[in-house]
């Protein structure tokens, strides 16, 4: 579930508990960052804390266009950059509040979607390593070592094991649109079949196969009940007593 109130003191292991599901969630809904990654970033922009706006992607308010995950509220706090090789402390800075850490991972996703001429580098990632390289490369901070901050994060906690959990739910996902799929089209060679025996030796339709009959009306695998074939009526009422015409 996201995490609706902010919590300033939480230990690493917390924060990580805490972030980490919103982080698979986001990378299986077509986010793009490796949950790895997202996690790392997350501790790196916010020192492990979540404050009660919920940025933890240090995401600033920028033209302050609004998004489906950003009403526009702001909150002005100071940060440091580096211009130029030289480091710049007490610089002030608007970010953007959010209702949840999930609206903030969302809403960093968009930017990087939406800004492809940007971030597309970061997009093609094929690996957490080179997509912290790439967010350094791409300019989202201005710390000369964020990649290398980003890949330490990831080493001392593990956080590989996301990316896996992540990979595997998808992997879950596209087997069960494959079975989908192969169904439909199962669903759609058994009617054409029962069309076909429908228009072969035409009888009344038996007793014992009524109730499949009308099942297979009702759900549109037949038009004409009356009329079928022996073979028609026991193909539908086989159908039934597998639940074919409950799936349509």
Known sequence: MPHKKGVDEVTREEFIAAVAPVAVKVR???????????????????????HPWNNIVGYKAGSGRRTPYWDGRIVSRETWEVIDGVRYDHVPADWRVYDSIEDCLKDQALLFINNPSRYQRVIDARSPDEQAAMLQASGYATDPQYANKLRSIMRTYNLEIYDKEAEQAMERIAELERQTAEQVKLNAELQRRLQQLERMHQIEVPDWAKEAVDAAVRAGYIDTPDGGSLDFYRLVTVMHRAGV????
């Not at 793009?32 to 970033?41: D, H, K, M, R, Y």
């Not at 015409?245 to 349509?248: A, C, E, M, S, T």
């Open 28 to 50: 299986v809904d077509g986010g793009v960052l490796f949950p790895s990654v997202s996690i790392a970033q997350t501790m790196l922009e916010t020192g492990g804390k979540i």
């Open 245 to 248: 015409f409950d799936q349509k």
